[in-house]
Protein backbone atom coordinates (compact mmCIF):
# COMPACT_ATOMS: atom_id res chain seq x y z
CA UNK A 1 0.00 0.00 0.00
CA UNK A 2 1.61 3.18 -0.74
CA UNK A 3 1.35 6.05 1.70
CA UNK A 4 0.87 8.57 -1.14
CA UNK A 5 -3.15 7.12 -1.70
CA UNK A 6 -3.92 8.96 1.74
CA UNK A 7 -4.75 12.77 1.95
CA UNK A 8 -2.69 14.79 3.66
CA UNK A 9 -5.81 16.05 5.70
CA UNK A 10 -7.09 12.40 6.97
CA UNK A 11 -3.56 11.57 8.59
CA UNK A 12 -4.10 10.92 11.96
CA UNK A 13 -2.41 13.82 14.71
CA UNK A 14 -0.21 12.48 17.41
CA UNK A 15 -0.51 14.42 20.40
CA UNK A 16 2.72 16.20 21.38
CA UNK A 17 4.38 14.51 24.24
CA UNK A 18 4.45 17.12 27.40
CA UNK A 19 7.64 17.83 28.45
CA UNK A 20 9.18 15.71 31.21
CA UNK A 21 10.82 18.43 33.60
CA UNK A 22 7.45 19.90 35.14
CA UNK A 23 7.64 16.48 37.07
CA UNK A 24 10.93 16.41 37.74
CA UNK A 25 11.39 19.52 39.08
CA UNK A 26 7.56 18.74 41.12
CA UNK A 27 9.23 15.32 42.33
CA UNK A 28 12.58 17.11 43.70
CA UNK A 29 10.50 20.19 45.41
CA UNK A 30 8.16 17.61 47.11
CA UNK A 31 11.51 15.39 48.67
CA UNK A 32 13.23 18.62 49.28
CA UNK A 33 10.47 20.02 51.22
CA UNK A 34 9.42 17.01 53.12
CA UNK A 35 13.37 17.23 54.23
CA UNK A 36 13.13 20.74 55.11
CA UNK A 37 9.55 19.93 57.16
CA UNK A 38 11.48 17.14 58.83
CA UNK A 39 14.80 18.93 59.65
CA UNK A 40 13.03 22.35 60.86
CA UNK A 41 10.72 20.22 63.40
CA UNK A 42 13.35 18.84 64.25
CA UNK A 43 15.40 22.18 64.96
CA UNK A 44 11.90 23.95 66.51
CA UNK A 45 11.65 20.49 68.77
CA UNK A 46 15.42 20.61 69.82
CA UNK A 47 15.40 23.37 72.49
CA UNK A 48 12.68 21.67 74.35
CA UNK A 49 14.99 19.02 74.60
CA UNK A 50 18.30 20.43 74.87
CA UNK A 51 17.73 20.70 78.62
CA UNK A 52 16.87 16.98 78.89
CA UNK A 53 19.88 16.05 77.38
CA UNK A 54 22.69 18.05 78.85
CA UNK A 55 21.08 17.46 82.26
CA UNK A 56 24.21 16.85 84.85
CA UNK A 57 26.88 18.70 82.94
CA UNK A 58 26.82 21.71 84.44
CA UNK A 59 24.87 25.20 83.54
CA UNK A 60 23.66 25.69 80.45
CA UNK A 61 24.87 28.82 77.84
CA UNK A 62 22.28 31.22 78.01
CA UNK A 63 22.81 31.39 74.10
CA UNK A 64 21.95 27.70 73.22
CA UNK A 65 18.40 28.94 74.56
CA UNK A 66 17.02 30.41 70.55
CA UNK A 67 15.71 33.52 70.55
CA UNK A 68 12.03 34.66 69.23
CA UNK A 69 13.86 36.28 66.05
CA UNK A 70 15.76 32.23 66.08
CA UNK A 71 12.23 31.07 66.61
CA UNK A 72 10.17 32.66 64.17
CA UNK A 73 12.79 31.64 61.58
CA UNK A 74 12.50 28.13 62.31
CA UNK A 75 8.58 28.54 61.76
CA UNK A 76 8.83 30.39 58.87
CA UNK A 77 11.03 27.91 57.33
CA UNK A 78 8.15 25.13 58.21
CA UNK A 79 5.55 27.55 55.99
CA UNK A 80 8.39 27.26 53.27
CA UNK A 81 8.64 23.85 53.38
CA UNK A 82 5.04 23.31 53.29
CA UNK A 83 4.65 25.94 50.33
CA UNK A 84 7.13 24.18 48.52
CA UNK A 85 5.66 20.53 48.81
CA UNK A 86 2.82 22.25 47.97
CA UNK A 87 4.39 24.14 44.43
CA UNK A 88 6.39 20.89 43.69
CA UNK A 89 2.49 18.74 43.30
CA UNK A 90 0.90 21.87 41.93
CA UNK A 91 3.90 21.80 39.12
CA UNK A 92 4.10 17.75 38.95
CA UNK A 93 0.17 18.58 37.78
CA UNK A 94 1.56 20.88 35.20
CA UNK A 95 -0.64 24.16 36.60
CA UNK A 96 0.97 27.41 36.24
CA UNK A 97 0.50 28.26 39.55
CA UNK A 98 3.22 26.13 40.37
CA UNK A 99 5.58 27.92 38.72
CA UNK A 100 4.78 31.04 40.65
CA UNK A 101 4.73 29.59 44.07
CA UNK A 102 7.86 28.11 43.45
CA UNK A 103 9.25 31.63 42.12
CA UNK A 104 7.73 32.79 45.40
CA UNK A 105 9.39 30.36 47.63
CA UNK A 106 13.17 30.96 46.24
CA UNK A 107 12.61 34.54 46.90
CA UNK A 108 11.80 33.95 50.41
CA UNK A 109 13.65 31.54 51.21
CA UNK A 110 17.03 33.01 50.05
CA UNK A 111 17.14 35.90 52.65
CA UNK A 112 14.91 33.74 55.11
CA UNK A 113 18.16 31.26 55.07
CA UNK A 114 20.66 33.86 55.04
CA UNK A 115 19.38 35.23 58.49
CA UNK A 116 19.44 32.22 60.08
CA UNK A 117 22.95 31.80 59.09
CA UNK A 118 23.67 34.77 60.74
CA UNK A 119 22.32 33.94 63.70
CA UNK A 120 23.57 30.79 63.43
CA UNK A 121 27.03 32.57 63.89
CA UNK A 122 26.08 34.65 66.32
CA UNK A 123 25.28 31.73 68.58
CA UNK A 124 28.43 30.35 68.00
CA UNK A 125 30.50 33.19 68.90
CA UNK A 126 28.40 33.71 71.82
CA UNK A 127 28.62 30.27 72.51
CA UNK A 128 32.76 30.36 72.41
CA UNK A 129 32.72 33.31 75.02
CA UNK A 130 30.60 31.70 77.25
CA UNK A 131 33.45 28.75 77.01
CA UNK A 132 36.04 30.96 77.66
CA UNK A 133 34.33 32.73 80.35
CA UNK A 134 33.48 29.45 81.97
CA UNK A 135 36.14 27.45 81.58
CA UNK A 136 35.19 24.66 84.37
CA UNK A 137 31.87 23.91 83.10
CA UNK A 138 31.36 20.43 81.67
CA UNK A 139 29.99 21.97 78.10
CA UNK A 140 32.69 24.49 77.76
CA UNK A 141 35.45 21.66 78.17
CA UNK A 142 33.54 19.83 75.12
CA UNK A 143 33.81 22.86 72.86
CA UNK A 144 37.54 23.55 73.20
CA UNK A 145 37.76 20.30 71.87
CA UNK A 146 40.38 20.11 69.13
CA UNK A 147 38.84 20.79 65.72
CA UNK A 148 35.53 22.20 67.23
CA UNK A 149 35.74 25.99 66.14
CA UNK A 150 36.35 24.46 62.50
CA UNK A 151 33.97 22.01 62.59
CA UNK A 152 31.32 24.83 63.44
CA UNK A 153 32.85 27.06 60.21
CA UNK A 154 32.55 23.90 57.90
CA UNK A 155 29.22 23.39 59.18
CA UNK A 156 27.63 26.94 58.60
CA UNK A 157 29.19 26.79 55.02
CA UNK A 158 27.30 23.17 54.48
CA UNK A 159 24.03 24.23 55.67
CA UNK A 160 24.32 27.56 53.69
CA UNK A 161 25.30 25.76 50.76
CA UNK A 162 22.17 22.90 51.21
CA UNK A 163 19.57 26.22 52.04
CA UNK A 164 20.87 28.18 49.23
CA UNK A 165 21.66 25.41 46.47
CA UNK A 166 18.13 24.86 45.56
CA UNK A 167 16.54 28.03 45.68
CA UNK A 168 18.74 29.96 43.85
CA UNK A 169 18.25 26.79 41.33
CA UNK A 170 14.79 27.48 41.24
CA UNK A 171 15.54 31.30 40.29
CA UNK A 172 17.38 30.33 37.44
CA UNK A 173 15.55 27.78 36.20
CA UNK A 174 11.73 29.44 36.54
CA UNK A 175 13.23 33.21 36.15
CA UNK A 176 15.12 32.68 33.19
CA UNK A 177 15.38 29.06 31.25
CA UNK A 178 11.44 28.20 31.76
CA UNK A 179 8.34 29.76 31.17
CA UNK A 180 4.80 28.66 32.45
CA UNK A 181 4.22 28.06 28.65
CA UNK A 182 7.10 25.09 28.56
CA UNK A 183 4.97 23.13 30.87
CA UNK A 184 2.96 21.60 28.05
CA UNK A 185 -0.03 23.45 29.08
CA UNK A 186 -2.01 25.98 27.85
CA UNK A 187 -1.67 29.05 30.18
CA UNK A 188 -2.67 32.42 30.66
CA UNK A 189 0.47 33.80 31.05
CA UNK A 190 3.16 34.63 28.93
Known sequence: MNNDS???DTTPE????PPAWPKVIGIISIVWGSIGLVCGGCGIASPFFMGVMLQGQGELPPSLSPTLTQMAL????????ILLIVA????????PAGFIMHIGYAVVSIPVTLLGLYFSWKQQAELAQWA??????MIAKSMSA????????VGLVFVGTLGLAYPIFILVWFGLIKKPR????????V
Do not use: H
Open 182 to 189: DMGVATAF
Open 74 to 81: MAFGLLLA
Open 88 to 95: GVTTMNRK
Open 132 to 137: VENPDN
Open 146 to 153: PGQSIGQV
Open 6 to 8: FPA
Open 14 to 17: LPAI
